[in-house]
């Protein structure tokens, strides 16, 4: 059983139908009622099981009602995907206190939350798995981008870290994905720009964007039983834009 964060469109909606293929039953899990409740009846009208469950990740009581429903429907908990974020270039205001607060809030407390309040669960089962959504932005600084993204997603990926070797004991696995330029968020403003976007490409060796569905199975192997010797690590799915 998975909960799926931010799971209403985009990187997490893919997600969710991949672990719903593989024979998950999903929690889709977004702040977003319309959006989150289509992709929970999409899952279902192809054959899978799926549950919507409206969350804002920098909730405690959300968290602790989210994962108290899948724990009442399905029995257990296996394993969380924390992919729910906002954009570095939402605001364009690169020295934002507003921005740094919410950005910092969403991308990295709401990790530690979903981390929390799941990894008491999977004690019980005996085990699970974590995967964290990160960035490239982890690792190295962007211009253009408020400072609070490479901030937030760094603290997820050495947040991920302290949390592999807290709870490896436990045989809770957890991991982070970094995924490098991809399709747009929602809530981007700067890196939407057609002009930004071809500069950014132009850094990527690949020369193109990355596809949702090539985040989706580094999440989906991370996940599964085939990673079982893999915790505490960062798998980078970037087209080569790290390697410069």
Do not use: C
């Not at 724990?71 to 205001?93: M, R």
């Not at 740094?100 to 798995?129: C, T, Y």
């Not at 930004?196 to 090539?214: D, F, I, K, S, Y």
């Amino acid at each position: 059983m998975a909960i799926v964060t931010g799971s209403a469109n985009g990187m997490g909606e893919v997600e969710a139908h991949m672990f719903s293929k593989e024979g998950a039953k999903v929690i889709v899990a977004d702040m977003s009622i319309d959006g989150g409740q289509k992709v929970a009846e999409a899952i279902t009208a192809a054959g899978g099981e799926a549950r919507f469950a409206q969350i804002d990740v920098t909730s405690e009581d959300d968290w602790q009602e989210t994962v108290r429903t899948a724990v009442s429907v399905y029995g257990k908990l296996d394993i969380l995907v924390n992919n729910a974020g906002i954009s570095g270039t939402y605001q364009p205001d690169t020295l934002s206190t507003e921005a740094w607060d919410r950005v910092m809030a969403i991308n990295s407390k709401g990790v530690f939350l979903g981390m929390k309040h799941a990894i008491p669960e999977m004690q019980r089962n005996g085990g699970g798995s974590i995967v964290n959504i990160s960035s490239i932005s982890g690792f190295a600084g962007q211009d253009g981008i408020h400072m609070a993204y490479n901030a937030s997603k760094g603290a997820g990926r050495i947040m991920t870290k302290s949390a592999a070797v807290h709870y490896a004991k436990d045989r809770i696995r957890v991991n982070s994905v970094h995924p490098g330029i991809m399709p747009a968020m929602t809530t981007s403003v700067l890196t939407a720009d057609p002009e930004m976007r071809a500069t950014m490409l132009a850094q990527v060796p690949m020369g193109r964007e990355g596809r949702r569905e090539e985040v989706g199975y580094a999440v989906l192997f991370l996940a599964s039983d085939e990673a079982s010797y893999i915790t505490g690590t960062e798998l980078v799915v970037d087209g080569g834009y790290l390697a410069l």
